[in-house]
């Protein structure tokens, strides 16, 4: 097991290495508390921005669901009838300036993920790295927009927000650490303050925090070229690859969670984990691979013209929080924005 490995085991378990690394992580906690007490006593303030900002974020790193999470909001700002754009940093990207997101971008330049969420929801999407210069290029690009909701961003405090989706999945806190001990990018807190809701991309709450639980599961297969014409997956498509001997590629945090959902649709596969935002420049699969599959996050960096003989399929999440999220998000949006009546 790499080093790198046996780390990220011991931020759930605990571990040698982790305890090791306590007092880096006591000195990353100083700097944690000194910036918040800077925010707190005005020393440094939050930006104004002129619409409402969601903020989808979580307290421990890697892949707990924040971009299923902005695409799931999307959908419900567009059944609400308001006009939502996304800011986002773009990990994994080259530079960090401030870009408008458009179909023809290119992922290298923008982001797998802000990528994906232009494609899939249709909406106008910026990335920088500071998330507030973001925001003010959307709007004056689309003055249209009612309101922003920026993918990650929830240690990012010169950013205002008026909500925040704290997104868990079944590590919960892990082993209760901030970085590098653990995976916990802030301290948490024992109570949730009114313009916060958890939500949980797991099977169960994996905190004692109060929230609510999304459902996940895979929505069905495409072809990699008629994704990227925009035609939808079918469930008979990912059924029909059954007793098909397929590679199965995931560049996620968390690869596992994808090859356990295609175990469960009964296919037979092998499997390749990336490394998180792999920039697939070269293939990573042999020339005479007959069914490759993989997720919407890598396909945004596949060219099909690229893929020659080899039949690639992109495989989406079917992601649906619990109806009761959706109630306590207009709730809120009611109390703490302008927005609805």
Same mark, same amino acid.
């Given at each position: ?17 982790? $305890?090791? &690394? +306590?007092?880096?992580? #006591? =000195?990353?906690? %100083?700097?944690?508390?000194? *910036? !918040? ?117 929830? $240690?990012? &405090? +010169?950013?205002?927000? #008026? =909500?925040?989706? %704290?997104?868990?999945?079944? *590590? !919960? ?134 893929? !020659? ?33």
């Amino acid at each position: 097991m790499s080093l790198a490995a046996r780390l990220q085991k011991e931020w759930i378990s605990g571990g040698a290495i982790s $305890q090791g &690394l +306590r007092p880096l992580a #006591a =000195l990353y906690g %100083l700097l944690l508390s000194l *910036r !918040g007490w800077l925010y707190r006593n005005g020393a440094l303030r939050s930006q104004s921005l002129p619409v409402p900002v969601i903020v989808v974020g979580n307290w421990i790193v890697g892949g707990a669901g924040k971009t299923p999470t902005t695409l799931a909001l999307l959908a419900q700002m567009h059944k609400l009838g308001l006009k939502a754009g996304v800011i986002s940093r773009g990990y994994g990207r080259k530079g960090n300036e401030v870009r408008l997101v458009n179909p023809q971008s290119d992922a290298k330049q923008v982001g797998d993920e802000p990528l994906l969420i232009h494609l899939r929801a249709a909406v106008p999407v910026a990335v920088g790295r500071d998330r507030v210069a973001a925001a003010r290029a959307l709007l004056q690009a689309h003055p249209e927009l009612q309101l922003l909701i920026s993918d990650d961003g929830l $240690q990012h &405090l +010169r950013l205002p927000r #008026a =909500l925040a989706i %704290l997104v868990f999945d079944e *590590r !919960g806190l892990g082993n209760g650490l901030l970085l590098p001990a653990g995976p916990l990018r802030q301290a948490p807190a024992r109570d949730l303050q009114d313009k916060e809701i958890v939500l949980y991309n797991a099977a169960q709450p994996s905190t004692p925090l109060r929230g609510f639980v999304a459902k996940s599961g895979l929505a069905g297969a495409v072809c990699l070229a008629d994704w990227w014409q925009g035609l939808p997956a079918r469930l008979q498509t990912l059924q029909e690859l059954r007793g098909r001997p397929l590679l199965a590629i995931a560049g996620l945090a968390q690869p596992q969670r994808f090859f356990a959902m295609l175990n469960q649709q009964g296919l037979n596969f092998r499997m390749l984990p990336l490394t998180d935002h792999h920039d697939f420049s070269s293939l990573p699969w042999e020339a005479g691979e007959a069914d490759v599959i993989l997720t919407e996050k890598d396909a945004v960096k596949i060219d099909p013209s690229r893929c !020659g003989e080899t039949r690639v399929w992109v495989v989406a999440l079917d992601f649906k929080p619990e109806q009761a999220f959706e109630q306590a998000l207009h709730e809120r949006l009611k109390r703490f924005t302008k927005l609805l009546p």
